[in-house]
Nanobody
Framework: QVQLVESGGGLVQAGGSLRLSCAAS????????MGWFRQAPGKEREFVAA???????????YYADSVKDRFTISRDNAKNTVYLQMNNLKPDDTAVYCC?????????????????WGQGTQVTVSS
């Protein structure tokens, strides 16, 4: 069982930056693929970024096209934490951001690949 708690959300002006953190419980954090998803009002939850173990047992990162070159996902296994650095934020980035943990999933951008979810943190970007 893994419990995830997000933090770092808030209100920021367009062009600003925020860093989200997701702290995980459990001693096996390092084996999990980790992802960030977001859900804006009236919209479905969508993939943002993932940091996963590839077949060569190395880390790979993936991003949605809408956030590529602006967001960076990283992890610190010693702290059981995954981060999402968000730069050059836009009003369209306004959403509740949730982190997720999974293993053995086929598609890093699919919610079904993740077994554990946090409650989320609100990010609001003003124009």
């Amino acid at each position: 069982q893994v419990q995830l708690v997000e933090s770092g959300g808030g209100l920021v002006q367009a062009g600003g930056s925020l860093r989200l953190s997701c702290a995980a419980s459990g001693r096996t954090f390092s084996v999990y693929d980790m992802g960030w998803f977001r859900q804006a009002p009236g919209k479905e939850r969508e993939f943002v970024a993932a940091i996963v173990w590839n077949r060569r047992n190395r880390i790979s990162t993936y991003y949605a096209d809408s956030v590529k070159d602006r967001f960076t996902i990283s992890r610190d296994n010693a702290k059981n934490t995954v981060y999402l650095q968000m730069n050059n934020l836009k009003p369209d980035d306004t959403a509740v951001y949730c982190c997720a943990a999974g293993s053995g999933g086929t598609y890093y951008d699919a919610m079904a690949s993740y077994d554990y979810w946090g409650q989320g943190t609100q990010v609001t970007v003003s124009s």
